[in-house]
T-cell receptor
Framework: EAQVTQNPRYLITVTGKKLTVTCSQN?????MSWYRQDPGLGLRQIYY???????DKGDVPEGYKVSRKEKRNFPLILESPSPNQTSLYFC????????????FGPGTRLLVL | AQTVTQSQPEMSVQEAETVTLSCTYD???????LFWYKQPPSRQMILVIR????KQQNATENRFSVNFQKAAKSFSLKISDSQLGDTAMYFC???????????WGAGTKLIIKP
């Protein structure tokens, strides 16, 4: 089954404790992206990647890191999480760019205390 | 900078009625893409419809259609014969064709009443 998976689905952590949210897709998509969703703000793009070893900042990259060492994986790293990073996070992928249909993961709800 | 505005935070209609969700955007570019995504209570994001700005014909997908007014920078979504399963948040999104950033509106919560 074609899908985008994210782990963990729920996470409670404390300020400053490094964490990684994994994202993996099995469709051989070139494009992958991370978004955060906050009430009243819709989705905001954090980082995106056009292909292996190619990443670019979105609208709200501060406090986040990503890497794209393999085509299928695009982890999101919070080196020192803060409460303002409490949010719902989505990973998405598509064939060649955001103009193509994006397939979204199920979301990761993060609470930073 | 591009912005996307959805002026209706919440709407509700009776089942089988037609409803139109509004979306306006701001850009100085001529080539871009527009999208409507649906997010039901399960939180899964689902593409509803996609429009390429260079195409004058409005996109249609079954009961979903758009009214794309390029000069007015308007991209409304019409849902015909609404069904209970259409209850969801609906997001309008914009992407310029030369970069791959998606700019999203704040969303409209649509409730279909039986």
């Amino acid at each position: 089954e074609a899908q985008v998976t994210q782990n963990p689905r729920y996470l409670i952590t404390v300020t400053g404790k490094k964490l990684t949210v994994t994202c993996s897709q099995n469709m051989n998509h070139e494009y992958m992206s991370w978004y955060r969703q906050d009430p009243g703000l819709g989705l905001r793009q954090i980082y995106y990647s056009m292909n292996v070893e190619v990443t670019d900042k979105g609208d709200v990259p501060e406090g986040y890191k990503v890497s794209r060492k393999e085509k299928r994986n695009f982890p999101l790293i919070l080196e020192s999480p803060s409460p303002n990073q409490t949010s719902l996070y989505f990973c998405a992928s598509s064939w060649t760019g955001a103009a193509e249909t994006q397939y979204f993961g199920p979301g990761t709800r993060l609470l930073v205390l | 900078a591009q912005t996307v505005t959805q002026s209706q935070p919440e709407m509700s209609v009776q089942e089988a009625e037609t409803v139109t969700l509004s979306c306006t955007y701001d850009t100085s570019e001529s080539n871009y893409y527009l999208f409507w995504y649906k997010q039901p209570p399960s939180r899964q994001m689902i593409l509803v419809i996609r429009q390429e700005a260079y195409k004058q014909q409005n996109a249609t997908e079954n009961r979903f259609s758009v009214n794309f007014q390029k000069a007015a920078k308007s991209f409304s979504l019409k849902i015909s014969d609404s069904q209970l399963g259409d209850t969801a948040m609906y997001f309008c999104a914009f992407m310029h064709s030369s970069n791959y950033q998606l700019i999203w509106g704040a969303g409209t919560k649509l409730i279909i009443k039986p």
